[in-house]
């Protein structure tokens, strides 16, 4: 009676990873020209290789890249070149200059540079931190970064689209099935002259029996052990039971078992007998749980 929840991101930003290497080796990269070009704003870069791509990366579009990190004596620290999984990210904003964001600006799908960066500025501006102690404060950094794949803005809002697309249909989907659950769960009270008790997302129960003693209502994280009896509401199929004799054990509010049941059980009190109905969407919802539950159909316990 557990829920899985499965979740599908096209798209991850994930961070530099920088840790120190005590090694020095020639770079991955082609061999580095000799001459550095300038941006306006005072950015040094040097291009390895001019690839055949076209589009540059714009704001709202999503790139993904290699990179390795240099000190100025070309020692490398760091390196993600032999990764098969390039760093992805949303193309990123200038907001200082002379940042390797600005870099990334001038790179096409395919193309090579080496960036000469600033250790203060890059840690304090780009990785959010104090420069390491084995980088010495204020020195020149080689960053050389291969791009991989450049996504542009259109590309992205078309997969964003449809993404909120789907997201809405199950939405609406959902609402529809409670809507009918609602008015199957109120038929059925009204048909058997029962009147239950509604909780947090339709579910109602149906006190059949109090305790003998005055015991306090159940309150979450508490362990319980509860005998039942589970049908389909509208088929009056049975698909569970406790074993005659026997109780099942969980603990309440921790999403151990179906939210139906979360719920119910915060308004009754130990050794209440009740007939708690569960719209689908709390109990198996669009899945249903092997041959006997079909996907988002009602059931009730008792």
Known sequence: MKHILFFCILFCTCSFGLQAQDKKTDSTADQIPSAFSTTSSGLQYKLIKDSVGVIYPETGGFITFWFEMQTSSDSIYDSQF?????????????KHKQRIEEGFLLLTEGDSAVFLLNADSLYQNTFFRAVPEYIPANSTIQMIVKMSKVYSKHFVDSVMAVETKEVEDKIATKRIAYIKDSIVIQEYLTKHKLKGVATTGGVYVVK???????????????????????????????????????????????????????????????????????????????????????????????
């Open 82 to 94: 032999s990764d098969p999984n390039p760093v992805g990210m949303p193309t990123p904003t200038v």
């Open 208 to 302: 059949l029996a109090s305790s003998k003693k005055k015991n306090p209502y159940i309150v979450r994280g508490e362990i319980v052990e509860a005998a039942y009896i589970g049908k389909l509401l509208i088929e009056g199929s049975e698909f569970d039971r406790s074993p005659q004799g026997t109780y099942f054990e969980f603990t309440v509010g921790i999403a151990g078992v179906i939210k139906g049941w979360d719920y119910a059980f915060l308004i009754l009190k130990l050794g209440e007998k009740a007939l708690i109905l569960i719209p689908s969407g709390l109990a198996y919802g669009a899945t249903g749980a092997g041959e006997a539950i079909p996907p988002t159909l009602h059931c009730y316990l008792k």
